[in-house]
């Protein structure tokens, strides 16, 4: 399955906390392509943020087999095992109209099916006028040995050069020297003009050497980007 792919064996061919390298393993090439290939949300309709917790990793197939059959579509999610439970944060989208009935729907799946779940947030149909097609997008990828913190210096670095974060995945990995675990950030990143990739990789290899991580743009064809 595509989790037991992810969580593939390989030990990363890293020795320095700041030297990347172009392959990270199955799980590296598998989140890459799923963050490159997200579709957009649609603007039209309603989106629901749900979290479920759950000692049956059975419960999700059901959940998902039955917003399907209403009207109600994942169009993200994530998932882990902790302690012999799966913990999933999902996206549903479904029509304005079918918002009651899918919350309903959730409700009694939570009782029928012993799981904790949540809905956290509703987002009605956005108003804005701002066409993605004008915004300039592109990849990042942070590497650097494990310490808290990273996630927290990065997204400040962005938020100060007017850059938004559209969706990451985080996850970790084993050092060749096998006595230190691998932080491994990719993000989709953002911005409302379009951005000079050299001069901002620039200013991102010298952010990461004060931090002693590795921050590595990777352009892609998305909207306006040249």
Partial sequence: CLLSYMRGSEVLPISQPTKSVDTFGNQGRALTRALSRAPKLSPVKSHLVVTSVSESRGALTRLATLLKSNGGNIVRSTALFISGSIVVTMVVETEPD???????????????NGTTMGINKVFAP??????????????????????PGILS??????????????????????????????????????????????????????????????????????????
């Avoid at 701002?130 to 040995?145: S, T």
């Avoid at 990143?189 to 050497?209: A, N, R």
């Fill in 98 to 112: 079918n918002i009651t009935n899918v919350c309903a729907l959730l409700d009694d799946f939570d009782r029928e």
């Fill in 126 to 147: 956005s108003s804005s006028t701002h066409d993605d097609h004008d915004r300039f997008e592109c990849g990042l990828h942070v590497l650097g040995m494990d310490r």
């Fill in 153 to 226: 210096e990065v997204s400040h670095f962005l938020d100060d050069n007017n850059i938004r974060i559209e969706s990451f995945v985080q996850g970790h990995a084993i050092a060749e020297s096998q006595d230190h675990m691998v932080f491994d950030l990719r993000l989709v990143v953002s911005s409302d003009q379009e951005l000079d990739i050299p001069t901002l990789q620039e200013q991102l290899t010298k952010f990461g050497s004060s931090k002693d991580i590795s921050l590595n743009l990777v352009p892609k064809d998305y909207g306006n980007n040249k």
